[in-house]
């Protein structure tokens, strides 16, 4: 076998693969043994009639057809290691020459991993330091997460009276548009809090001073940015009928309300909680913030011929990602993209820029990783399997919904970032 390569550029390779006749013929004689243990002729048993009558049935071209699908597999394989090369997906293989006496060629088209050159990426990091925001909480953050505690925990009387701001309606509404009921806008039981902007625009100032078992009709025009897109701009009919006025009663922010919440014996106590929590978040945001500047900064004077398949790959990842989180929500995936007006593919080709930065990175990550010789220990994968693993009642329903091969190389993946990750930071901020 001889084969040459042709860098084609973004990480895609060229190669054309000559076997000569003599190592091509013993793939010819394997395909007709193949088809041979396969077929079937009156007066003989499965398997056990002459080859020759096998090859005269089936053709010279299906013959050499089977036999060059093996060998191209194989001595691409070979190939691939003669010249070091990291290949991604199956290659776009096309066959040159087949022919009975002659050489068989092909060639095969594919991406490899690219070659990550590096900058000083330590530098980079160190000159950074600057750049790191640091965290504190306000008071008013504290006092929004009380107000939403509290919130949380209120509790409602029925009354008489007419609807007020702050009450809770519960009601029917039908909404419609030039006659015709609007999807998505007709709702029945649904509860709302008057002031909390909770359905249409205008709507809920309508519903102020209302009574409890009356029908009211009202005509709304719709802002041009809402976002169902059916009837923004447009005037609709609504048609309600209030079931239920709730008063709201808060919940005073005492040491009983403290103590209602957790452990806590005092409102202090749960202050200081709260505070301790919002720093938590904070400072994982600035964190997150901060590795990411880092990571650009190193990209931007970094050479990647970055893979489109790679790209392309993440694309469709981040549509995964963004359709599981919608239908986590309850909305259907169809139903969410006619909200919003858009196919699939033209959410997925909005992604292409961010997807690119993610590829980039995770290559970046990985060559400083080997650079750094930085390898999770077998503990420390199996230790973050075992959490993924831990949602599952029992292993057998994990081995019928996780390929636990793919689960221990994703987790090595992202065990090696963090680390990667970590020592950026580390060398950024000097420790």
């Not at 925990?153 to 419609?176: E, H, K, M, N, W």
């Not at 029945?188 to 409890?212: H, N, S, T, Y």
């Not at 009663?249 to 409102?267: G, Q, R």
């Not at 990783?369 to 009642?393: D, V």
Request: net charge negative; with cysteine; hydrophobic share 40%.
């Amino acid at each position: 076998m001889t084969s040459t390569i042709t860098q084609l550029g973004q990480s895609r390779v060229e190669l054309k693969i000559s076997v000569p006749t003599g190592e091509f013929q013993s793939f010819v004689d394997a395909a007709l043994k193949d088809f041979t243990a396969e077929a079937e002729f009156p007066g003989f048993r499965k398997g056990k009639a002459p080859a020759q009558l096998v090859q005269e049935k089936i053709g010279e071209f299906a013959l050499y057809e089977h036999a060059a699908k093996n060998a191209a597999m194989k001595f691409f394989a070979d190939a691939v290691t003669e010249h070091s090369l990291d290949p991604i997906g199956k290659p776009d293989v096309e066959v040159l020459k087949l022919a009975p006496g002659n050489s068989f060629e092909f060639k095969a088209v594919f991406f490899v991993m690219p070659d990550v050159k590096l900058p000083n990426y330590r530098s980079i990091a160190q000159s950074l330091k600057p750049e790191y925001h640091s965290v504190s909480v306000s008071e008013d953050k504290v006092q929004e997460a009380l107000a939403w505690l509290q919130k949380s925990r209120r509790t409602y009387t029925d009354v008489s009276r007419p609807a007020q701001t702050g009450d809770r309606i519960t009601c029917d509404f039908t909404i419609l548009e030039n006659s015709k009921h609007v999807e998505h806008e007709t709702q029945k039981d649904f509860m709302f809090v008057i002031g909390e902007a909770r359905v249409l625009p205008g709507f809920e100032e309508k519903i102020i001073g209302a009574a409890a078992g009356i029908t009211t009709s009202f005509t709304l025009t719709i802002p041009d940015n809402y976002w169902n897109k059916d009837i923004a701009g447009k005037i609709v009919n609504c048609n309600v009928v209030i079931k239920k006025i709730g008063q709201t009663h808060n919940p005073i922010l005492d040491d009983a309300f403290a103590k209602s919440i957790s452990k806590f014996e005092t409102m202090d106590a749960l202050r200081a909680n709260i505070a301790k929590g919002l720093e938590a978040e904070e400072k994982e945001k600035e964190q997150q913030r901060f590795r990411t500047l880092i990571l650009k900064r190193i990209d931007e004077k970094t050479e990647i011929d970055t893979p489109a398949l790679l790209v392309e790959r993440e694309q469709d990842m981040m549509v995964h990602e963004l359709r599981h989180a919608i239908e986590e929500t309850g909305i259907d995936w169809r139903t969410y993209m006619t909200q919003i007006q858009k196919t699939e593919d033209e959410i997925r080709n909005e992604f292409a820029s961010q997807a690119k930065d993610r590829v980039r990175f995770a290559l970046i990550l990985d060559a400083i990783a080997k650079k750094q010789a930085i390898e999770p220990t077998k503990e420390e994968i199996e230790q973050e399997a075992n959490k993924a693993l831990a949602r599952f009642k029992n292993p057998q329903e994990a081995e019928k919904t996780i390929d636990v091969t793919a689960l221990i190389s994703y987790t090595k993946s992202v065990l090696i970032n963090e680390k990667v990750s970590r020592m950026l930071e580390n060398i950024a901020l000097g420790k």
